[in-house]
């Protein structure tokens, strides 16, 4: 299976022609968080409607810069990972969106024990599982893909306890937009795409044998 995944949108499609054949080609797409610009659903509705244009395997979650509206519209479609978890073949794709506090008081934030309980509740409908896909919108903490840009880790204690614990194949991370790399935790390959504007996107490819997962550039 072929996965393709990106996120932090905040509705600029641009990038999308260019992703057009790269989108085609994927079994499925995660759009990771941060749809809109701190709105709603007549925002959220564009983007992911250009998405499924491309292809119609589609799963997302709302981020820390998009309404409880995106949460909601994204229930009502059948795609939300926020809180929830979807078994495809061997893999097994959960979530928590919104975001950790920060000092900007944007439109979505929960606690860690929010991030934690969700984490718990998606995991639980896939762990049986071979390969464990986790999408958490806040990056896990003190990581190459939580280090905003004076060099202080501001990641999610909880998404971190949580892969320590339970240990997925591959954490799918967003949120801060200056961190795009990868890194491990254990033997958990954690990544984070950056903005979608800047070209960049994750690949993750799996088969009966192996799981790998990598940070890509359009270019």
């Avoid at 994204?74 to 795609?79: I, R």
């Avoid at 896909?133 to 202080?152: E, F, L, Q």
């Avoid at 200056?178 to 890194?183: I, L, S, V, Y």
Wanted: hydrophobic content about 35%.
């Amino acid at each position: 299976m072929k996965i393709i995944s990106f996120g932090d949108i905040h509705e600029d499609i641009s990038r999308l022609s260019q992703m057009k054949q790269i989108i085609e080609s994927a079994d499925l797409v995660i759009i990771s968080g941060d749809i809109t610009n701190c709105h709603g659903k007549k925002h959220a509705e564009p983007v992911l409607s250009a998405v499924k244009k491309l292809n119609n395997q589609v799963y997302a979650q709302y981020g820390n810069m998009d309404t409880q509206e995106v949460n909601s519209y994204l229930t009502d479609t059948g795609v939300n990972l926020h809180g929830k978890g979807y078994l495809i073949e061997n893999v097994g794709i959960f979530g928590c969106g919104a975001s950790s506090p920060t000092p900007f008081n944007t439109p979505s934030e929960i606690t860690e024990d929010e991030i934690a309980a969700n984490l718990l509740k998606g995991f639980n409908m896939i762990k049986d599982a071979q390969w464990k896909i986790m999408v958490c919108h806040t990056p896990p903490k003190d990581t190459a893909i939580d280090r905003i840009s004076n060099g202080m880790h501001v990641g999610s204690t909880a998404a971190r306890n949580f892969i320590e614990q339970h240990k997925p194949h591959v954490c799918i991370s967003g949120h801060i937009h200056e961190a795009k790399g990868k890194d491990k935790i254990g033997d958990t390959v954690v990544l984070n795409a950056g903005m979608f504007r800047d070209g960049w996107y994750i690949e993750i490819d799996c088969n009966e044998k192996t799981c790998s997962a990598n940070v890509r550039s359009i270019a």
